[in-house]
């Protein structure tokens, strides 16, 4: 990926002696605004290459910062949106409309108002001077409140995501301020010289800083550095986010510089500018214009982004131009477009391409099938097998590759255009989406019809949930979601869980990327900068003590600092390393086939596989798949495969179960779950086995109101508790065990030959039910 830049032969801008100051503002994605210290301000448009005076300023106005009203907040569009702020060196700011007519000039600061910026919904504008002091106006210009006051200048000042906090810059220190009056304020040493520039993106909440150090340095909102430049020959004295939070830019004098938002540079362009001031880019996020300190203003457009899926690779060589490689032919297509580029996703045998007007997708490279997209910006696809889902500011959409519009999940308080990959999934059947509002709540929808799903109860973890990922394959009703929350630890649960409490089973820690296998329940992650591959997560559900032997863990020698999972695709899986480069790391290809024969219970092949393959993990693997499948024969082989002889004498103990009944109930308690166990044997009527399970495992008070409730095996508790204390040598203290014991006289061998004859009932029972499903198939 790189720049294009362009720039006029001719300044438009008038040149002074002193250095003149700059500022440049989009209105759409093809027209631009900027204006200079020679009073004019120039409207650019690029689909023309023309440029008109709008507006000579008075004499008085030299201006210092531009900022347009926001167009749209969430699905709503403004009404307000052809005005901008503009602040000058005479300490005050102008509302300004499109045609260039100062609306309201308003008094702010004493010296210069260096920064104005209105908040995400229009309802706030913060202006920053020269005083000290940052002040917040109403969008009509009246004074809110003045939320700082220091001694020295306050260069440039950035909204939180939720216009809650307020970034801004004190000399070399960085400072977060909430709005509200009793909030924590944080503030940190930044660089070792003057800050100039900040900026906080309202998507991934990263903030940038640059200053006279001559670095640019990435910090997550808590204040933590995730990123320091090596020091460049100039200050940095502009940059700026992209808006869906993937790259940002850096000015400095004569350089402008395109990085990842890990803080790594893709391209550097030495354009001669002088000190590029200003840095703004445009709603759709593939332009960039700067303001120079030479009069110029600089235009660059993102080229030469790639693609890669399988034995493809895809570029974008123009704004509206594609190359597509096949790298095992050596075969060349391009793809022309009529419109500018804005997002591709390639991914299960598509290409999706969003332009500004309308949606591209290709499935063979001659014919696409091409659809208009409405109004608004696509800042993000997603794609599964069966569909793909596109983000605008407006909404969220799910498509066929038809070009159907399927689904289009909403809910309270949506804000479409702050969702990225990793607070959005896409599997074939679900959509799942982080709350921006509560990050610990996932909401769930049905991809096929937009609703929430089951009863509409979000799914919510106990810590802010930083990823979301949606596996890709098997039955919606087995449908799982991995989380990584803000501890770095990674849990995964069930989508669908039918009115339970859904159990969210933590299965690994330190970890900080992931991503699902395209074609099997495979998850692999950076867990501690080793890559982890979990070949069976859902094993957690099944035997949990079974989830270390199913890992395969690479070593993290081979990769350099903070290596992020981009994707996994086949056996291969693509990693990004902390310089930019990236890393291919290969899986052996048996633990999909294992899922695969899993799936369509091809028992005797998967058992031939590992015979093969003689990998401890793929038995372990075999044997949690065979368990949650409740294909005993298989399952018993497999842990007699890993030394797991204690499950080996279980699965012979479920097998002499008297009935179908109670085996399916013994095995769900080998999972855990013993509520649905005890439920399992009541609902088949057998009181005695529900009252057991719960002595077996000492909950003494729930098998006494079994026994009660069912006026059965009351003086079979007694017993089994009393034995019990005996043993431990102590008395009984629960006023509810001495209130039955006075009652009800403990029997030994009574109680052996009630036991012998509920269990006598039960196979009887479960012989005749046999014969009868015997007879009813002969006939």
């Not at 209105?118 to 706030?124: L, R, V």
């Amino acid at each position: 990926m790189r720049l294009k830049t362009s720039l006029l032969k001719e300044s438009k801008h008038i040149l002074f002696v002193v250095m003149e100051h700059i500022c440049v503002g989009w209105t759409t994605a093809d027209e631009l605004y900027s204006c200079s210290e020679d009073h004019q301000i120039l409207k650019w448009n690029l689909l023309t290459s023309e440029t008109s005076l709008i507006v000579k300023l008075p004499e008085e106005i030299y201006p210092t910062d531009l900022h347009w009203f926001p167009k749209t907040v969430g699905v709503k569009k403004q009404a307000q949106a052809e005005i901008f702020v503009l602040t000058s060196t005479d300490g005050k700011f102008h509302l300004t409309s499109k045609m260039g007519r100062i609306e309201k000039s308003v008094e702010a600061h004493k010296g210069a108002v260096l920064a104005g910026r209105w908040n995400y919904d229009g309802t706030a504008l913060i202006t920053a001077g020269e005083d000290g002091q940052i002040k917040i106006w109403s969008k009509s210009g009246m004074l809110r409140s003045t939320l700082a006051s220091q001694g020295s200048p306050v260069y440039s000042v950035a909204w939180g995501p939720d216009s809650d906090r307020i970034l801004y810059t004190s000399g070399r220190q960085l400072i977060i301020k909430p709005l509200q009056p009793s909030a924590k304020i944080i503030q940190w040493k930044a660089h070792d010289g003057v800050i100039l520039k900040v900026d906080w993106n309202s998507v991934n909440d990263l903030i940038l800083s640059g200053g006279e150090d001559c670095k640019y340095k990435v910090w997550d909102s808590f204040g933590h550095l995730l990123h320091c430049s090596l020091s460049h020959d100039y200050p940095v004295t502009s940059l700026s986010w992209a808006p869906d939070g993937e790259v940002f830019a850096v000015g400095s004098f004569n350089t402008l510089r395109l990085c990842d938002k890990t803080g790594w540079s893709y391209a550097l362009e030495k354009p001669n500018t002088g000190s590029v001031f200003s840095l703004a880019w445009s709603a759709d996020g593939t332009q960039l214009a700067g303001a120079c300190g030479n009069g110029h203003v600089i235009f660059a457009h993102v080229v030469e982004q790639h693609w890669e899926w399988k034995n493809f690779v895809i570029t974008l060589t123009k704004r509206r131009t594609m190359q597509v490689r096949n790298v095992l032919n050596d075969a060349v297509d391009l793809l022309e477009f009529r419109d500018r580029v804005i997002k591709a996703s390639l991914a299960h045998g598509h290409l999706v391409v969003a332009t500004s007007l309308q949606c591209y997708v290709y499935k063979n490279w001659n014919t696409p099938l091409i659809f208009d997209l409405k109004e608004g910006t696509v800042s993000l696809i997603l794609q599964a097998e069966k569909h793909f889902l596109l983000v605008d500011g407006a909404g969220l959409y799910t498509f066929s590759y038809e070009g159907r519009l399927i689904s289009s999940p909403k809910f309270p308080g949506m804000r479409a255009d702050i969702l990225n990959a990793q607070s959005v999934s896409l599997s074939n059947d679900t959509i799942a989406i982080r709350d921006k509002s509560d990050e610990k709540v996932i909401l769930l929808f049905d991809a096929l019809t937009g609703k929430a799903l089951g009863d509409g109860k979000p799914l919510t973890h106990k810590q802010e949930v930083l990823e979301i990922a949606l596996d890709q394959c098997g039955p919606s009703t087995d449908r799982k979601i991995a989380l990584i929350d803000k501890n770095r630890d990674l849990y995964l649960t069930t989508v669908r869980h039918l009115g339970r409490e859904p159990k969210i089973c933590k299965i690994g820690s330190m970890v900080h990327s992931m991503a699902w296998n395209d074609a099997a329940n495979i998850l692999c992650g950076i867990q501690d900068n080793q890559l982890t591959v979990w070949y069976y997560p859902s094993v957690v559900f099944t035997d949990k003590e079974l989830l270390p032997k199913t890992l395969c863990i690479k070593d993290g020698s081979e990769f350099r600092r903070a290596p992020q999972v981009l994707n996994y695709i086949g056996t291969k899986v693509t990693l990004r390393q902390g310089d930019g480069s990236l890393v291919y790391s290969s899986v052996l290809p048996f633990p999909a086939l294992l899922h695969e024969y899993s799936i369509s219970a091809r028992w005797e092949d998967a058992l031939r596989l590992c015979c093969y393959a003689k990998d401890q993990s793929l038995w372990a693997c075999l044997a949690g798949m065979a368990m949650a499948n409740r294909e005993l024969t298989t399952a018993e082989m497999a842990y007699a495969a890993i030394g797991e002889l204690p499950r080996v004498q279980y699965i012979n103990f479920l097998r002499e179960q008297p009935s179908k009944e109670s085996s399916l109930a013994h095995m769900l308690l080998f999972s855990g779950q013993v509520q649905e166990a005890e439920a399992a044997f009541l609902q088949a009527g057998l009181i005695y086995q529900a009252i057991q399970v719960n002595i077996d495992l000492y909950n003494w008070e729930r098998a006494l109101e079994l026994a009660v409730k069912h006026k059965t095996h009351v003086d079979t508790v007694l017993a089994y508790r009393e034995k019990f204390l005996q043993k431990f040598g102590r008395k009984e203290t629960n006023k509810r065990f001495l209130q039955y014991s006075e009652g009800v006289e403990v029997d030994w061998e009574k109680i052996q030959a009630k036991i012998e004859m509920e269990l006598s009932k039960e196979r009887e029972r479960a012989a005749n039910t046999s014969v009868r499903s015997s007879v009813a198939s002969r006939r």
